[in-house]
């Protein structure tokens, strides 16, 4: 994967979630010269956080955009301030740490199911990141569960269109990116994989969040997990994996 992609999540400071919005909906305006393959930002009013995701091509591509829109990352940091940044693939992290003020933790990619088209968010998909806290001394095993679904993944999870795998280099954290089909992509998923994925946390613990509204059943049905959801509020497309690029 040439691709890098970061993630950034952001605590916006009391009362400024509507400043915060202006300021990347206009970063986003200003980021169409310089083509990104993908750059989305959302947010959750209930607890004044937001997350942004990017894709560019390649380190020259990803520097270039730093480079040129790192006043108005900083910018967001008069409003917020940054939680975590994490860079998925790469190697150039410097302009990552000079436009957010923060060293990116970096993860290079494993495995996973990838070449996907873009979608839009009236499509019904359902997107997720993953964090996972690798215990001490237990990654081989982790790994060895985390194969073993991925391998369900292809065989089985036909609406599963998004499944990539990324780890850090001291083999603390894993990132896992989801996309599926909708409820019925998500479902079949979680029942296939249900057996390693248990197997899997008894060796990690894990937080989960939800990139984009769900639609109102799929809110009803998830409640009791409380899921932690992320309203979209700007992008280049409106929003999309931006895989196929």
């Not at 984009?212 to 409640?223: S, T, V």
Request: hydrophobic share 40%; glycine share 8%; with cysteine.
């Amino acid at each position: 994967m040439a691709r890098v992609e970061t993630y950034a999540r952001d605590k916006v400071h009391g009362g400024k979630l509507g400043a915060f919005r202006e300021k990347v909906t206009a970063l986003v305006e200003a980021s169409r010269a310089g083509s990104p393959v993908r750059l989305d930002w959302f947010s959750n009013d209930e607890t004044s956080e937001a997350a942004g995701i990017a894709i560019h091509r390649d380190d020259d591509a990803i520097t270039a955009h730093l480079e040129r829109l790192a006043p108005a990352y900083q910018d967001l940091l008069t409003v917020a301030d940054l939680m975590t940044i994490d860079q998925l693939g790469g190697r150039v992290t410097g302009p990552v740490a000079k436009a957010f003020g923060q060293e990116p933790r970096h993860f290079d990619f494993d495995d996973g199911v990838h070449e996907v088209p873009d979608f839009d968010p009236e499509d019904g998909v359902i997107e997720i990141f993953t964090r996972f806290f690798i215990n001490p001394g237990e990654l081989e095993t982790f790994q060895a569960y985390a194969d073993e679904i991925l391998a369900i993944v292809r065989e089985k999870d036909p609406g599963t269109i998004r499944y990539d795998w990324f780890y850090d280099k001291a083999g603390e954290q894993c990132i896992a990116m989801d996309t599926y089909a909708g409820w019925d992509g998500t479902v079949t998923h979680m029942k296939n994989c249900h057996e390693p994925h248990d197997a899997l946390l008894k060796h990690s613990k894990m937080i989960t969040e939800f990139l984009g509204r769900l639609k109102p059943d799929l809110e009803a049905r998830l409640a009791s997990f409380k899921p932690y959801v992320f309203q979209f509020d700007a992008g280049l497309k409106p929003y999309s994996t931006g895989l196929n690029a």
